[in-house]
């Protein structure tokens, strides 16, 4: 699961990794680091850093994805 997310996230400038198996990391590219405790709070800190809301069916981030594959 994080793979995929991190290849969703990079559209966004973010990466996830897993703390312990409990909890989501979500990292910028400037340092700041929160914790989410479930997919949810991923794509609300998601929103948070990046300043854009999240859209799994935006064109542009379905062509990143498809591209990066």
């Not at 709070?41 to 990143?64: A, G, I, K, Y």
Request: charged fraction near 20%; proline fraction near 3%; hydrophobic fraction near 40%.
């Amino acid at each position: 699961m994080v793979a995929m997310l991190n290849q969703i996230l990079a559209f966004y400038g973010l990466t996830v990794s897993d703390w312990n198996g409990v909890r989501f990391v979500v990292s910028d590219k400037k340092g700041q680091t929160v914790m989410a405790q479930n997919l949810s709070e991923v794509w609300q800190e998601t929103e948070r850093l990046s300043s854009r809301l999240p859209d799994p069916l935006d064109d542009t981030l379905l062509r990143f994805i498809s591209q990066s594959n």
